[in-house]
């Protein structure tokens, strides 16, 4: 077959993230192309890789005309009516590689940033991409693989570089609700004077992620140029990471790993430190909380964990420190973005609503980064911390992020929960013996977060504390009785127990 | 979400094998279904598994209406108009079973059935059958998942059972062009009294396969009520295994081995005994051509698997004997199915025409299996098998069982090949040092085979035959000239070699 001119009928149908393409039945044949073959698709300089469907009827696709999918159209720009050429794709360079992968080779820096490249290019079927995913899973990766993946997924998205120092950087392994500490990290290291470049996540199983709960007070979507300038007058930042396209074949590995709820360590590594080697960070403090329900289970796992993350960050020239956490219960009040913006508020501005766990877990850690960065002496890390805070110094540098963002610091009494509410009753007076993670997630994500911002759960109490009979322990929120009722069903006797 | 009835749009797509559905996107909103997610179909009693797309107007898919691409059609027996239900589908129960296989852990018999039931009803989407195919491969399998595997693929499908003795097949791993010793084999144990229900496969990226060649004489795509008839009147058959659904998983497994060219062993053993278990086999004879080209590349490799088809064979309670054979060059002179058929026929009329080397392969191997079967005493087996070619019974035995699947021997004079021909001639007087399997086979299907059925090569000389400058090596054999000159192209200067 040689290249093939075509005329683009918009189909109006979009897959998620596959790329897909429909020929008439007729033209496939001509060509000799079947379902699942893939073509190469070019339209002026842009092309991308598709897979082949075939149309039965000219109703669906006439002959001369190639149907495209959304995805299609957006990767190489093209809409109804366009003429477009099409071409059988050669098989990837990196197939061989994840076949040597998948007979337990050691696979080289080169063979690593082709099988990458070819991730972000979209190059791969679900076949391969899930071949080369689950090989890394079951051979597991040599510590040169680690390194060698990482610098490949640095290397195939954005850089952001600043030419300050220190680039400082914090990063939480998480699975504990409301861990909202680095709200309250970044602007301590900010008003240090620190350059502190942070790219956060969304929720994907929990109630909020950093990015969603910075979101409740500034966009957190920006492009590059901004975020420069933002650095350059301001110090620092909280965005949304999958705006600034680092490290892009991560989302991509991590749709692969989703169904089967794997976490290949190698690509936990080098996703996890791709991204901070992409923000150009000189100290990078990693918190990796244990306890159950949090995604590290026990302090072997978290020492071994610990181990890979400073010879990898040796390996990428940061500075690294790990410190494993206790993440057996929530941390802070609220557990949703709307109720965990207003902690953190409560919080830079020393009101006496602010969590004090929250509070003193995030002065702790903002001293160690504070020591390791050279802003204060040994010892003094955390006394330096609490001042910046006290002082309202932290409360300026958030204001000028948030600003700088395009957002504004509101009140935090006008940071209203969802107008539905619920407050969970102690059945008996007592010592509060636990909660649990799994369920006060799942309770906040059923009420309705983090998609309604202010929906989710204010505890009122935690692990230690005495309780009375018929005192609160949480109020649920949420923006209909609907949702308020579903989350009361998972709220059972094991999330709160009272001993 | 609760079941939602909606009203069918035939979309006139085919995927070639994935179900999709689609649903207007704001059906999918209020729904809050997303593209990708997994939805159970159902119709009547009839339901099916598919994956969403979204339809972005109501041009695509109108909102109260569900879009079925080909393969969700088919699976549920629905046409353009019909109301059927949806429902998320729960995350299949095998999904569990999958992981533990990720993780290192065997797998029970109960745990392969049912992850072998998931493929087989199209429960998996690409990356979880990917994953499993995959962990089989890198993890290995153990020698009673193998067993379990075997039974689980032979009873997810149909099954041809006869009530007669002794039932014989043979089996060939494959990789040398042109061997079509089955159809010898066949007639001459049916013409002995042997039951031989033979399913064979079409080629996939040979020149033809069993199923191809005997196509050229008789239909090979037969319902089972018929074949059951036609052992009970003629004593054997020769049909594609494609036709028969006999342990339909293989197909859905090989789908996805195939862009990465792996052949994971303990699927191959599953796959290959699962379809001999079906139909009732007593008696199989394993051949394991060795040589470069072929599939099995050493003699350990192939005393490995003869050992692992051996231990199959015994837990099925199959009598099995093994054959490693040599593959080293294309046995018979024909390439392409009619090329091949005409071969045939010549050796069962034992014209003068026949290829030698054929026939001698195919009267030892019938030899063993009549002396293992019963047919014949210790080692009286080769002569026996002689004489029932010799004296025509087997020629009996074909006309038979080729007129009873719906077809007529033709005079093989009239069995002509395509019309364009091209005659490779040495370019030096010596002996035939080596054929190459490889070559040999591209430049066939190069030629149009088994596409073209009539296309191929006809092998004049073999290695070990002495030869003078400008005699005829092979012909190639196509329908146009265009097809004539791709496969001279592919005949290079290692094709055949002279010494």
């Not at 329900?293 to 690294?320: C, Q, T, W, Y």
Request: proline share 5%; with cysteine.
């Amino acid at each position: 077959m040689n290249s093939m001119k075509l005329r683009v009928k918009d189909m109006d149908i979009a897959t998620g993230d596959i790329q897909i393409v429909i020929l008439n039945e007729k033209d496939a044949h001509e060509l000799d192309l079947h379902p699942m073959d893939r073509l190469v698709v070019k339209k002026g300089s842009r092309s991308t890789i598709a897979i082949l469907d075939i149309a039965e009827s000219k109703k669906a696709v006439p002959p001369g005309h190639v149907g495209f999918f959304e995805e299609t159209l957006d990767a190489i720009n093209a809409k109804n009516g366009d003429i477009v050429h099409l071409d059988i794709a050669e098989k990837p360079e990196s197939v061989v590689y994840i076949k040597r992968k998948l007979d337990g080779f050691r696979l080289t820096e080169k063979e690593l940033a082709t099988i990458v490249n070819d991730i972000v290019g979209n190059k791969l079927t679900d076949i391969e991409l899930t071949s080369f995913v689950i090989a890394t899973y079951t051979r597991g990766m040599h510590r040169s693989e680690i390194i060698a993946l990482t610098k490949a997924m640095a290397n195939s998205g954005e850089k952001l570089t600043f030419g300050k120092y220190p680039v400082v950087d914090f990063h939480s392994i998480g699975g504990v609700p409301g861990n909202r500490t680095t709200m309250l990290v970044v602007p301590i290291l900010v008003a240090a004077g620190c350059i502190v470049p942070k790219t956060s996540s969304r929720a994907i199983t929990s109630p909020a992620g950093t990015a969603d709960t910075m979101e409740v007070l500034a966009p957190v979507s920006l492009p590059i140029s901004k975020l420069k300038k933002i650095i350059n007058e301001v110090g620092g930042f909280m965005v949304w990471g999958g705006a600034v396209n680092l490290a892009p074949a991560d989302d991509k590995i991590i749709r692969i790993e989703h169904p089967l709820s794997i976490d290949a360590e190698g690509q936990m590594l080098a996703s996890i430190m791709a991204k901070k080697y992409c923000v150009g960070a000189t100290h990078l403090l990693m918190e990796i909380p244990i306890g159950p329900g949090s995604k590290v289970a026990d302090k072997h796992k978290a020492k071994h964990l610990a181990r890979h993350f400073g010879e990898l960050g040796n390996a990428l020239g940061i500075k690294m420190k790990t410190l494993i956490t206790d993440g057996s219960q929530p941390i802070g009040n609220g557990i949703g973005p709307v109720l965990e913006a207003r902690d953190v508020i409560w919080a830079l501005k020393c009101s006496g609503c602010a969590p004090q766990d929250l509070v003193n877990k995030s002065i702790w850690m903002a001293g160690i980064l504070l020591e390791f960065a050279g802003k204060a002496k040994k010892g003094k890390g955390e006394a330096t911390a609490r001042r910046l805070l006290t002082t309202g110094a932290a409360f300026g540098a958030m204001t000028r992020m948030v600003e700088a963002q395009g957002g504004k610091i509101p009140d935090p009494e006008k940071l209203a929960p969802a107008k539905h509410s619920y407050i969970l009753e102690a059945r008996k007076s007592g010592t509060i013996k636990s909660i649990d993670n799994l369920i006060i997630a799942k309770a906040a994500r059923l009420a309705g977060a983090p998609i309604d911002p202010d929906a989710g759960i204010y505890l009122v109490k935690h692990t230690g504390e005495t309780i009375k009979k018929g005192e609160p322990i949480l109020t649920i929120h949420a923006r209909s009785k609907h949702k308020i009722d579903y989350a009361i069903k998972t709220i059972n006797e094991h999330a709160v127990i009272i001993g």
